[in-house]
């Protein structure tokens, strides 16, 4: 059975980093595109950004591109999503995804659960 199963949430003052984990279960990370997805309160689910499965390609939304980085380590079965500078507004619970060919266009398989990120003023 796939898992994907996300950490390394948190609470962080605006202007601050927090790195997210994403340990994968059932499935060969080095076959897979990853992606990165979030959800506020009340807004729908938004595709931040994704990772070929090489981790040689990478795309990045407009709010969070600069600010965060999608990398990978396959021995580790693990990816992960560093996010600095930190603002209000990147409050959301955030999930991990894994796919293929359409990774671009947020089109993924798998899901994780999710993990909280707050950040505060």
């Known amino acids: 059975q796939v898992q994907l199963v996300e950490s390394g949430g948190g609470l962080v003052q605006a202007g601050g980093s927090l790195r997210l984990s994403c340990a994968a279960s059932?499935?060969?990370?080095?076959?897979?595109?990853m992606g990165w997805f979030r959800q506020a309160p009340g807004k729908e689910r938004e595709f931040i950004g994704g990772s070929s499965w090489s981790g040689g390609r990478t795309y990045y939304a407009e709010p969070v591109k600069g600010r965060f980085t999608i990398s990978r380590d396959n021995a580790k079965n693990t990816v992960y999503l560093q996010m600095n500078s930190l603002k209000p507004e990147d409050t959301a619970v955030y999930y991990c995804a894994a796919g293929g060919a359409g990774w671009r266009k947020g089109e993924y398989d798998y899901w994780g659960q999710g993990t909280q990120v707050t950040v505060s003023s």
């Open positions: 059932g499935l060969t990370l080095s076959s897979y595109a």
